[in-house]
């Protein structure tokens, strides 16, 4: 059974730091872009960061830009998004995801490519 298991969500006051881990298994997504989106209450789901398979290209949505990283072990089947100087509307529930296409050049800031999902894990900063 393929998983995407996260972690290390949590309450933090503003301007502190979490860094999020995303743990795959079942299969291999080594070949895989990964992301990480968020759901706001009342918001549609966003991108906020992905990874391109190899690591070489990492993209963020603008809000992010300066204060989150993407990175990831391939030999772990782990994602991390280390998250710094939190702000209140950081607030959400964080999702992994996993590109379906192997070995795709960019990564696709939408979520229409992303087939493998995790549960999510709650963020929560306050102000």
């Known amino acids: 059974q393929v998983q995407l298991l996260e972690s290390g969500g949590g309450l933090v006051p503003a301007g502190q730091s979490l860094r999020l881990s995303c743990a795959a298994s079942g299969r291999s997504f080594s070949l895989h872009a990964m992301a990480w989106f968020r759901q706001a209450p009342g918001k549609a789901r966003e991108f906020v960061a992905g990874?391109?398979?190899?690591?070489?290209?990492?993209s963020y949505t603008n809000s992010v830009k300066g204060r989150f990283t993407i990175s990831r072990d391939r030999d772990a089947n782990t994602v991390y998004l280390q998250m710094d100087n939190l702000k209140a509307e950081d607030t959400a529930v964080y999702y992994c995801?996993?590109?379906?296409?192997?070995?795709?050049?960019?990564?696709?800031?939408?979520?229409?490519?992303?087939?493998?999902w995790g549960q999510g894990t709650q963020v929560t900063v306050s102000s």
């Open positions: 995801a996993a590109d379906k296409q192997i070995r795709r050049y960019d990564i696709i800031q939408q979520s229409y490519p992303y087939n493998y």
């Open positions: 990874i391109k398979w190899n690591g070489a290209m990492t």
